[in-house]
């Protein structure tokens, strides 16, 4: 049975692949090609993605960089959805704000345990039409991250390198799914 990482039913993307939005915090570097985001220093990292995804569309980041500090509290990163074009409001990057982003309005942000993310690994994430954000690892379904991200507005992928996370990078044939996760039977 295909499962929604291992669909073979899918059709490229025409927005090509996804990079690094040019606006990220100060403590975040982009490699040359904005597919790798690294954060330098401190205990946050807020980069986006630099085009808006759709509903079904698979994003798929590679873990390049950890730190085991005594500080993660278990978080590897925090991982979500922003209806606001970060080309539009530089305002949550600011010192301070990062923080807030899980609780502002359009953003939908949640933490993956430290336990998922793993240094090699390939992180799965996709946003069904209903709302819900899947997520996985390698090609271990791991279920529901969360869910209530509102599907009817553009969004971009937001994505806080906190925790243990240092570095990732998009990776993947970036596929949008046919089927929407409509049932149980999409796990």
């Given at each position: 049975?295909?499962?929604?990482?291992?669909?073979?039913?899918?059709?490229?993307?025409?927005?090509?692949?996804?990079?690094?939005?040019?606006?990220?915090?100060?403590?975040?570097?982009?490699?040359?090609?904005?597919?790798?985001?690294?954060?330098?220093?401190?205990?946050r990292?807020l980069?986006?993605?630099?085009?808006?995804?759709?509903?079904?569309?698979?994003?798929?980041?590679?873990?390049?960089?950890?730190?085991?500090?005594?500080?993660?509290?278990?978080?590897?990163?925090?991982?979500?959805?922003?209806?606001?074009?970060?080309?539009?409001?530089?305002?949550?990057?600011?010192?301070?704000?990062?923080?807030?982003?899980?609780?502002?309005?359009?953003?939908?942000?949640?933490?993956?345990?430290?336990?998922?993310?793993?240094?090699?690994?390939?992180?799965?994430?996709?946003?069904?039409?209903?709302?819900?954000?899947?997520?996985?690892?390698?090609?271990?379904?791991?279920?529901?991250?969360?869910?209530?991200?509102?599907t009817?507005?553009?969004?971009?992928?937001?994505?806080?390198?906190?925790?243990?996370?240092?570095?990732?990078?998009?990776?993947?044939?970036?596929?949008?799914?046919?089927?929407?996760?409509?049932?149980?039977?999409?796990?």
């Open positions: 049975m295909e499962t929604w990482l291992t669909c073979a039913t899918c059709t490229v993307v025409n927005g090509g692949p996804l990079l690094f939005h040019e606006v990220h915090a100060s403590n975040v570097e982009l490699s040359h090609e904005r597919r790798r985001a690294k954060r330098i220093d401190g205990q990292g980069c986006f993605s630099q085009r808006p995804v759709l509903p079904g569309e698979r994003v798929c980041l590679k873990v390049t960089g950890l730190s085991h500090g005594r500080n993660n509290k278990g978080v590897g990163l925090r991982y979500g959805y922003t209806a606001i074009d970060p080309s539009s409001d530089d305002t949550v990057l600011h010192l301070g704000r990062q923080e807030v982003v899980a609780s502002q309005h359009g953003y939908w942000v949640k933490a993956v345990s430290e336990a998922v993310v793993k240094r090699g690994s390939v992180l799965v994430f996709c946003l069904c039409i209903a709302g819900e954000v899947y997520y996985g690892r390698n090609d271990e379904e791991c279920g529901i991250l969360f869910a209530g991200v509102r009817d507005v553009p969004l971009w992928v937001v994505i806080d390198l906190c925790g243990c996370t240092t570095s990732l990078e998009f990776v993947g044939k970036f596929l949008l799914l046919h089927y929407f996760c409509i049932g149980p039977e999409w796990l």
